[in-house]
């Protein structure tokens, strides 16, 4: 292999993984090594047996599951047919990213590791094993792991004569240049959610813009919580679900924040402009149209409601001409300032927005070319489906808790998701949303006979009301479901709806009113109260037991 | 080495059963004494005193067993897996035993064959056979008299074996990679076969059908485990983190702070006044949690967060 050269490959859910994967790649151009930061899912596999040199920085979610643009390679790695000599080529190196509280810590990356190596692999370093549960969370591991990495890939890799490892003090280029079109070029259509027309099933590339038909409050105005049923239009789109499975919702910013963003960096949000890759071979982000608006990019791309993480403020620092921002930027970027860090931004929730506004001669001077660099993508929420098909065609329903929450800060935190669906008015003209569905975790029986118990509190009784929906159309009787809310009177949704299935028998309900009475009731006093007959469900019926919320 | 292959300065262990003439016991050990040296290295243990012992393992530079003239002492696989367990690794045992030419009626006295075995499966290695030889008149009679047989085809036999090399629980990397010759870069060449078959597959990436590894498979105990909870902590781990003042403190915190820290160790945090926004502000600035405000604008605390959080 002439050259010296690192492919970065990243398995994120959250991107945390994905943030961290690209924090490599920095630390690889001040290195002067060529390097690549790509999606397992988007990597040529068939290419890996040639790679001499590759970091593999991997989140375990779920229940010990790989994250979704990892899941084709997570298939191929374990194919029984790969040869054990496979990867003797390949010096490698895995970071895993996960939380300890849960049983099946880091598998993902502990079971990477261990079939790298049995395939032939050769580990720089042990696997690293990056946890949510460290007080500093996964930098604790990470910075030492990253100190004793670059160690081993210089040695193996040293710098060509001359050259110097370039300080943090340079800034990199940006990933991309970002060309204003001049002022008077043709204005774009500008709606730009049209529905697309049908082709396979949408994808997160390819979301379907669909239609909000009702969006209903269906917890009392006096309950504290705002809970809403909305249903989608999803005619022509080629969407199918079962009960289970899961719709990805693409959100966007509102529109106030997305004001206060373009004053606080002076952008003008109507210019037009179109993004050049700076190095031959990036691809274009994806989701954004070109040419696209300041005002689509800052509305639909950049998550300025996220906290930011440490890269975020390593890279403002390096614009700041303020000595007293820099060197507080710097704070935040530096291993020792972690903890100010935490305290700054992760534990009062604080958003990229909020964090700019603390920094007001830093924000002023920061290039647009730089704004991908700086802020991430915002990702899609997943919800679970309310609804069935066979009872609702060609709709999709779904149960939203609008979050809303305080922290220390004075302006109470809110989801950027729920608050988006909670505000959109279908009487106002056409509202759309780009989805899309992801099969999910929960299988309802094959067999007619087989009954089922569910239990859901709050809004985990979503995914039922998709099943028994379906059950019901199917004719399936055997349904048990254990309800718990806070009181009867202002967040029982559905309870017209289990009424009417109840009085024909084709449900059996029960609920728990936690605050209706003095002592809390929850869902598990109800099961215990009815052991009995949870005991012949399980025992004669062979009942499958679900469980959301 | 002397004699039965002891050498000075190791530690012998004698096993002796009834059948052994105290004479020729007290004999043998003597003789073992003079070779290993004083210092009492040489324990006699009878045979069915061993098990209760319970020396501790891997003690014993050699066994003998069965060894003191005239003994017809039997070996079952029992004692001889406590032999084993109490001789150091790399170990020798050293037994004598009669035994039968052909498998008779009589159960109780083994085949050389079967002895032979007997020390493989207690866990004995480079079992061999020294020599075989026929018994003395008082021997034969002995063997009559303990064992109550009466046949004419008894041998004795000689045996010697070892403990491996290794301490039980002790493990060693299985080398797994089969190293093919260098290819220019210092690595393996990959086999051109097996880049086929990877290549092969990778273009197939959509088959659904494919067979897999159950990935559990490749965890062990290790991996189960969870993290310690104590290497969950920060290192300078402070309640409220730390307490900063501002810059041109007037209430008081940064006298406070003067005196607590001896080493001016300190970051140097820049802090301006409270107007600068939460990144800026000391830790018990009243506008925490508000945002950044102009200077010289009036803020009005409001009622609610004149309390505590």
Known sequence: MAGRGLLVLFGSQTGTAQDTAERIGRGAKRRHLRCRVEALDSCDVANLIHEPLVVFVCATTGQGDPPDNMKMFWRFLFRKNLPAGSLCQLDYAVLGLGDSSYPKFNFVAKKLHKRLLQLGGNPLLPVALGDDQHELGPDAVVDPWLVALWDKILALYPLPPGLEIISPDVRLPPKYTLRYLPEDSPQPNSDLLQPTAPRAAPCELHPFAARVLSNRRVTAQSHFQDVRLIEFDIAGSGITFSAGDVVMIQPQNCPEDVQQFCQLLRLEPHRRFVLEPTEPGTALPPLLPQPCTVQYLVTHYLDISCVPRRSFFELLASFSTNELEREKLQEFSSAQGQEELYSYCNRPRRTTLEALWDFPHTTCAVPADYLLDLIPRIRPRAFSIASSLLAHPERMQILVAVVRYRTRLSKPRRGLCSTWLASLNPEQGDVRVPLWVKKGGMKFPADPATPVIMIGPGTGVAPFRAAIQERVALGRRGNCLFFGCRYKSKDFYCQTEWEELVTKGLLTLFTAFSRDQEEKVYVQHRIRENGRLVWELLSSGNAHVYLAG | ?309
């Open chain 2, 1 to 309: 080495m002397g004699e039965y292959g002891v050498a000075p300065g190791q530690r012998v262990a004698i096993v002796w059963d009834s059948s052994s003439p105290v004479e020729a016991l007290k004999g043998l050990v003597d003789k073992v004494q003079a070779l290993v040296g004083a210092d009492n290295r040489v324990s006699v243990e009878n045979v069915n005193q061993l098990p209760q012992s319970a020396h501790k393992e891997s003690s014993f530079d050699v066994i003998l067993s069965g060894m003191v003239p005239g003994s017809t002492a039997q070996h079952s696989v029992e004692l001889l897996a406590e032999v084993a367990r109490i001789l150091k690794p790399g170990g020798r045992v050293l037994l004598k035993e009669p035994v039968v030419t052909e498998s008779g009626n009589n159960g109780k006295i083994k085949t050389a064959a079967k002895l032979l075995t007997t020390l493989t499966l207690s866990g004995l290695v480079e079992v061999k056979e020294l020599q075989k030889e026929a018994l003395t008149p008082e021997e034969a009679q002995s063997v009559g008299e303990h064992l109550g047989y009466q046949g004419n085809d008894l041998l004795i036999i000689q045996i010697e074996g070892r403990k491996p090399n290794f301490e039980v629980g002790s493990s060693s990397q299985l080398k797994l990679s089969f190293a093919k010759t260098p290819g220019p870069s210092g690595k393996p060449s990959v086999d051109p076969a097996a880049a086929k078959l990877w290549t092969l597959s990778a273009n197939d990436m959509n088959d659904e059908e494919m067979d897999l590894l159950d990935s559990d498979e490749l965890l062990d105990s290790e991996d189960l485990k969870k993290p310690d909870p104590s290497s969950l902590r920060a290192p300078s781990c402070k309640e409220m983190g730390k307490k900063k003042a501002c810059k041109n403190c007037t209430c008081g915190l940064a006298e406070e702070l003067e005196q607590e820290k001896k080493k001016s160790s300190q970051p140097k945090s820049a802090c301006g006044n409270c107007y600068l926004g939460d990144a800026f502000r000391c830790a018990s600035c009243p506008y925490l949690g508000m945002p950044a405000f102009k200077p010289g604008e009036k803020i009005l605390l409001q009622e609610n967060q004149l309390h505590d959080a």
